[in-house]
Every structure is written in C-alpha cells, then in structure tokens.
C-alpha cells in the first residue's frame, strides 16, 4: 500500500516539476535584482537611540533620567518533543540589533549624569560543551557585538548579577519592559520576575508602542528590502500565472489541478530567492473565499469558479501581502459587477494614501461606497442608515481595509488606525466583496459564493502614493485585462459607482 502510494505520489512530482522547470520561470528568477544590503549596523544605533530619546521625552519633567529598558528575543518554538519550527525573532528585538538567534536579551541604559551615553548589553545564551556538534560554532562575543554595534556581549547567566549591580549603583530609575506580555516566558519566569518583585524601579513602563511607533516609518534601507520581497513576491505570481497558463492549454478531466499546487509552486519560488511564504497563503476556489482565513488549500480547483489567492513573502524580515483574483473561462456578468466594484472602491481607497488622511478614515470611505453600491444593487435595504447601514455593509466586507505592513505581516498593531499616515508608511489597501450565501436574495441568487479581494501594498510620500505591488500579477496578465472590455461592468453600473464615489469626495 505504501508502496503504490510512493508511485502515486512520484508521479505527481514529476508532473509538478514539469509544471514548474519549463523556460519561464529561470528568466524571471534570473532578472531579479541585486541582493540590497541589509540593515546597516550604523541603523541599528540609530534605532536604538531613537528609541531612548522617545522613552526620555516621554517624562520631561522628571528630575532623574535613568532608565532601564529590556527587550528579550523570543524563545525556540517546538513542533514536537525537540523538534523546530522555523525560528522567527521577536520583531522588536530584531528591529533593534538584528541578532537572529533565540534566548537573548537586549538591555539599554543610561546612568547618572551620562543620560545622552547610554549604554547596549546583548545578552547570548553560553554554549554549553559540545553545543557546536549540534548547532554548529558558537560565533564569539566579539563578532557579534560587531554585527550588531552593541557596546557588550555578555551571557545570560550573568542577567540577574547584572541587574542587582545596576539597581545599587542607580537608586532613581525607570524600567521599561512589558510584563503584560512577556516574549519569553522562561527569561521572565527565572529572572523578570522576582526582579519586578522587588520593586527597586520608580517607574514601570511598557517601550512597545514607543519602538512600534519607530518601525511604522520605513527608511531607505528597509524599502529596498521590502522592494526585493516584492519582486520575488511578484516572481512566485508569475510562476502561478504560467502553471495555470499551462495546465489550461493541456487541461483533461483526469488532470485536475488542486489549491496546494498552487501554494507549493509559490513556496518554491520564495525560497529559491532566500526568502519564505510571510504565511500560510489563502488559494481559495470559488466560494471557499468567502471564508476570509481558508486556508486549508485542499481543493480541486473548479475552472468555472474564480481563485483568490492571498499570498506574500518574508525576505530578510520584510514582508509582502498581494491577494489577486484570478479567472480560467470568461466571466459571468455578475462576476464582472463584483470585480469592476472593488477595484473601483480600491482605486478611490489608495488615493487616500496620503497624509491626510489615517487607515481608519480609508476604511469608513470603504464601507460607505460599499454600502451604497449594494443598497443599489438590491443586497441591501435602501432605508438602512447609520449603525445598522454599517452592519449591512461589513456582512460583506467583515474587515478593514488594511492594514500597517512590513516587519511583521499585520505590523505596528499598537499605531492607532486613527493616527494620520505619514511619509514612509507602508499599508495595505485590500477592499473585498463576499458574498456569502445567506445574505443573498433570492432575485439575485446568481452572485451566490463570489469572492473578490484585491490587495495591494502602498508606500506612503509626501506626495502621491506608491504602489509597490503594481507589477504582481499585473492587470494585463490576470484576468482583468486578459479581456479589457469583458472585465468592465456595464455603462449603468459604472455610472452609478462613479456617482457614489464623487459624493464621498475623493478627486
Ligand atoms: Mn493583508
């Protein structure tokens, strides 16, 4: 039996291989750009003190300037009994020294009348004897001070000395460290702990926000990261786009092609490029979008439904987020209306990517277009208004419209929605339309399981905005434009949404 399953299954790799080893893909990879630096040791000091002048600022008034600020790493996560998963590093520790391993803890501080000198401690786990037959060479104090421009690499045994040091040299001080949410249980278990307990420190803060308030304006060096992240992002579409392209022109009954595939040649493409899935990718047929986190990709795709695909790539701690809606045969008219909707919705949303305006304020603009498009469209009672028009609108678009991108998949989520976006803000602008079909009317029973969201990733300037994730799936290769005309929804229609969306304002 497990034999013959063998067989089976290397049968479909090879078919898979076909699939994806043919001429297209290796010219993609090969234009790719050049690696960008990573992040410059000088930035990572910069960040650092940065992050030390928001958290002195924050209490002007106070007589004694000392602070104290720890920042663990995240512990390994288990997949089972010693088993790994994929490290990933506690963005904010990584924002602030870019150290990959895990169990360290990052201390900052100053100390009497040297307030403007402070100090950085990186705290590494000692390898224990023979650790290097299992992990590999312990890479030395020195490199790493050098790799992350800390003043010291200390181990972690020697936290809790250090500590009791500090609070007896310094007797006015204020510690910053989030033991709401401890990123490392153990560390605050064995050390933080009984450290709070004693409560030596004047003041007991949190430095998330402050650091979270940092990360949401990206500099030069993190665009280009993110830019990479995008173009190989864009590589693993294209390679999707010319797997469907292929299994079309050779489609058979007893060839079906199944989610999974799509999200394995997407895997593939990232990881070629030294990057990985930034999640596990929605590839939903039909109306299996309309369930918002689908994300079990087990089914056979059916050509006369529409595929959304939400997928992006971590490079180097960067993060896309691209969701398309891709098509096999020619779309039904009620297909058209929904598409032609949230792309116009999404067009109106990423003009507002300036800073006037905040994502809170891109969302009500959203639902409020939303809203009145399905009132006209019958989905909705034309006399619902206020809460109860909200409610009728998010049944449809049960989420924002976006939201802060880069590090992390959902970044910065302590940055307030309502705070005006500034130069240097990634976001995402992702309007949908979900048609589920218990909110649909008999009358209109045909737009029953519809599935559209198109997502984009928006640089804000000072200026206009930037879309980075323009050339992913570009219009003129998926479906929208596979067939212009076809795509468009009729006259009336889009006479009607350009209407709705004059009245919200937008130029
Ligand atoms: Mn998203």
Redesign the pocket.
């Known amino acids: 039996m497990a034999l013959q399953k063998g067989f089976r299954s290397l049968s479909i790799f090879k078919n898979h291989f076909r699939r994806i080893s043919t001429s297209y893909l290796s010219p993609k990879l090969e234009g790719l750009s050049k690696d960008p630096s990573d992040i410059t040791v000088e930035e990572y000091k910069t960040r650092r003190k940065n992050l030390i002048k928001l958290c002195l600022d924050s209490e002007p008034w106070r007589t004694s300037r000392n602070l104290l600020l720890c920042v663990p790493a995240a512990p390994p996560a288990y997949y089972s009994d010693q088993i790994l998963y994929p490290f990933r590093q506690n963005t904010d520790f990584n924002y602030l020294c870019g150290y990959p391993k895990p169990n360290c803890v990052l201390i900052l501080f100053t100390e009497s009348g040297k307030e403007e000198n402070f100090k950085s401690i990186l705290f590494v786990p000692q390898p224990f004897e023979h650790q290097r037959i299992w992990d590999g060479e312990f890479e030395g104090e020195d490199s790493i001070a050098r790799s992350t421009g800390v003043d010291e690499v200390k181990f972690t045994k020697d936290i809790a000395s250090f500590l009791s040091t500090f609070v007896t040299d310094n007797s006015k001080f204020s510690l910053w460290y989030n033991y709401q949410k401890a990123v490392n249980p153990d560390f605050h278990k064995s050390v933080m702990a009984d450290f709070l307990r004693q409560g030596k420190y004047k003041k007991l803060e949190s430095c998330d926000l402050f650091v979270q308030s940092l990360r949401v304006v990206k500099s030069p060096g993190e665009i280009a990261l993110i830019r990479k992240s995008m173009e190989i992002t864009e590589a693993a579409f294209a390679a999707v786009d010319h797997m469907i392209d292929e299994w079309q022109s050779k489609r058979s009954k007893n060839s079906p092609l199944f989610e999974y595939e799509i999200q394995a040649v997407m895997e593939y493409v990232c990881q070629l490029n030294g990057g990985r899935l930034a999640y596990i990718p929605v590839i939903a047929g039909g109306n299996r979008g309309t369930t918002i986190h689908y994300v079990q990709n087990n089914h056979k795709i059916d050509p006369r439904e529409l595929l959304l695909i939400d997928a992006g790539c971590e490079y180097k701690g960067y993060t896309t987020?691209i969701t398309r809606v891709l098509n096999f045969s020619n779309l039904t008219y009620e297909q058209k209306v929904i598409i032609g909707l949230v792309q116009l919705v999404q067009e109106a949303c990423i003009q507002m990517c300036t800073p006037q305006y905040s994502l809170n304020d891109i969302y009500r603009r959203m639902i409020t277009i939303i809203g009145e498009y399905l009132q006209v469209m019958g989905f909705l009672d034309l006399k619902l208004e206020g809460k109860q028009f909200d409610r009728g609108a998010d049944r449809f678009c049960p989420h924002h419209v976006?939201?802060y991108l880069g590090m992390d998949?959902h970044d910065t989520p302590l940055v307030s929605k309502e705070k005006k976006l500034q130069p240097g803000t990634l976001l995402?602008i992702?309007p949908g339309l979900y048609l589920r079909p218990e909110y649909i009317p008999e009358n209109l029973s045909l737009f029953k399981g519809i599935a559209v969201r198109l997502?984009e990733n928006i640089l804000v300037t000072e200026k206009d905005p930037i879309n980075l994730s323009e050339k992913v799936s570009p219009r003129e290769k998926s479906f929208l434009a596979r067939d212009a005309d076809e795509c468009m929804i009729d006259e009336k229609a889009q006479r009607i949404i350009a209407k709705l969306i004059s009245n919200t304002g937008i130029k």
């Open positions: 987020d976006g939201h998949l995402t992702e997502e």
